[in-house]
């Protein structure tokens, strides 16, 4: 609002109107015309943005209201709500007053025209025809989430028609946010509350606005034939009324007004000529019973020709909002259609003060003829809707909100942001853009700093203050302290540290298989294709599975090691030839292990020990390497290089026994604490000397690997029962 008279009046400056306004407490009698001298010295040289006199605008919408059926109280908050910016605590002063009903219902109404304003600016703002349309659907969203008191609703909607009104007197242009709004925000939800004639008013008056030449255009059609068109009605709706009295049936016919819109809503709707729109002519039959509703329309039908189609039968199949009444199209003897609708009383009320109040058929089309479904996001709400009148008339009750689970508020640019109930700025963060939300370090709500766990409300313009770069808080997780109520939120936040994990486990996993490569000295390796090798996709799948302990990096240094090379033909030819020690000398040409002089090694891949079936490959220049003959690596070499292979057997064992050989167990278990205790001590009861552990437990499974020294494999099949036989222990088996 723009203020002729801008400074703000003290509590003190007003003593005389509060003490006025408290001799009639608690009883608030003569409510109206208190609220008005209240307010009119602080509005009374104040104009609108329209440039309509505050005073004269608020006169206005109390009288609307008492045609809408309003309460003499409703009429009152209209004073106030233009009373409460000249008070410097207009909350406590407007309660000291009225009572705090009418500051509750003042401060929330004026809090929504604050904040549509905002909207309505953005929306002009907004070129793509989609955000507009977002926006508008949100400004609806949001005028229903501020109806905690329903009786918000009523004085916006009074307001709205009385600026419409305003400028089509002033014969000034609205503006097309202004006019847009109330095409497709408030005339849909006053038909919605069944309030037909502000409905119809709006539609035609924010037509006329938007559309001014198509407007022109309608009403210049309906004007040419209009006295011709309500002769014939009227004489029409006098024959069908006379002609059912004398049949007994005693019925109220009644014209029905033709608005533009909607006639321009139909022609466009279903592609049709302005002749060719049928309820151009219309007529409604009240009667008292059903019974007489069947009757009227055999009467109709016998008399004129009906088009079947277009007939529905609202109340054998009632709409889903209860709606109930018969409609038929039907063709007199020059060919021309006349709409008739047929109800009861009781069904006309039902329809007229709002119970019926067919929002989705009117907006959509019963068979969706402007092309959207005919089901709306508000149908769950409409029993709070259709109670609107009756609720406003109690100002001492508080309505809940319809939308009780969410809030609106809105971005410093007057974009709308939709929120669960309870929601904090973070929250807010998170919705706008999920980068804002990792980087909120804290927030601005209606321009002071709150903090950042506190319950945003509607309304409120939220500013997030953010870093150029980092995270969240793990506070925000932390449910006791409030940060975050968004499902949304709550998932990003969690997303960031399971991120911020992982690049932290890569980053273990990638420096454990560099120092490996630095030892083996492969550095020059490709760690892609030492990952592709391995069967990953990539080398941080490998660095991840490493980081975390579920690779092992014996695995890596396997692939690493190359196959062992063959001996040039010369040296093989020395060593087949070589002589051996006496007493010493192979049998039948067998390299025995152990005994020869020839130097021989045991296969660190396979570790054979005795009595293990055993052969033997030539490498170069480190002699014969002993595998069992199911290793996986010996056969891959020998495959390759069969004339490598010899022949080798185990030596007989020194008298003292002192030879012992080292072999790999493999231990898969349920993870438990005192599960590496339990099985060593196998071991140990066998005399069995364990050289080496590895252990990794993933998802509640332990992997375990023994390097235990034997002289016998033979042995080692009892204690691999036993170590099977601990609690826990799924499998125990050789390598």
Known sequence: MKSHAAEQVEPAAVPELVAAAEQALPHQANALERARTFAEPLIVGETL????????????????????????????????VYAAPHLNRPQEVIAKAFGESYAALAMETTKLVRVQQQAREAGDAAHPALDARAQTENVRKMLLAFSRDLRVVMLRLASRLQTLRYYAATRQSAPPGVAREALQVFAPLANRLGIWQVKWEMEDLAFRFLEPENYKRVARLLDEKRIEREEYVEQLRSRLASELQAQGVHAEVHGRPKHIYSIVR???GKSLDFEKVFDIRALRVIVPEVKDCYAALSWVHS????????????????????????HTIVRDEAGRAIEIQIRTRAMHEHAEHGVAAHWAYKEAGSRGYSGVSAAGEYDAKIAVLRQLL???????????????????????????VELPRGATPVDFAYTVHTSLGHRCRGARVDGAMVPLNKPLANGQTVEIVAAKEGGPSRDWLNAELGFLVSHRAKA????????????????????????????????AVKLDDLASQLGFKAAEDLFAVVGKDEFSL???????????????????????????????????????VGVDSLLTQLAKCCKPAPPDAI?????????????????????????????????????????????????DVSVEAADRQGLLRDISEVFAKEKMNVVGVQTQSVRGTAWMTFT??????????????LVADVSGVRSARRR
């Open 615 to 663: 052969s033997g490959f030539v490498t170069r220049g480190k002699g014969v390497s002993i595998h069992r003959r199911d290793c996986s690596n010996f056969r891959e070499m020998a495959a390759k290089a069969p004339e490598r292979v010899i022949d080798v057997e185990w030596g007989t064992p020194k008298a003292d026994g002192g030879a012992v050989y080292p072999v």
């Open 49 to 80: 943005e329209t440039g309509e006199n505050t005073l004269a605008h608020a006169d206005a919408v109390a009288h609307i209201l008492k045609q809408m059926g309003g309460s003499e109280a409703m009429q009152a908050a209209s004073y106030l």
């Open 390 to 416: 009756a609720w406003e008339r109690d100002l001492s009750g508080s309505a809940e909100g319809l939308f009780e689970d969410r809030i609106y508020v809105l971005t410093p640019q007057a974009s709308i």
């Open 708 to 721: 235990v020294e034997i002289a016998d494999s033979a042995k080692l099949a009892k204690v691999l029962a």
């Open 554 to 592: 014996r695995n890596i240094e396997a692939v690493l090691k190359p196959a062992e090379p063959l001996l040039p033909q010369d040296e093989f030819l020395l060593l087949k030839k070589s002589r051996h020690a006496e007493g010493k000398a192979p049998r039948g040409g067998v390299l025995v």
């Open 303 to 326: 008399r004129f020709t009906p088009l079947v189609e277009e007939f529905d039968d609202y109340i054998a199949k009632p709409k889903p909002n209860g709606y109930q009444s018969l």
């Open 492 to 523: 990003k936040v969690r997303a960031w540290f399971n991120e911020q994990i992982r690049h932290e486990t890569v980053a273990r996993g990638r420096e454990a298989v560099e120092k490996l490569l630095q030892r083996e000295g492969k550095t």
């Open 266 to 268: 139909k022609m466009r």
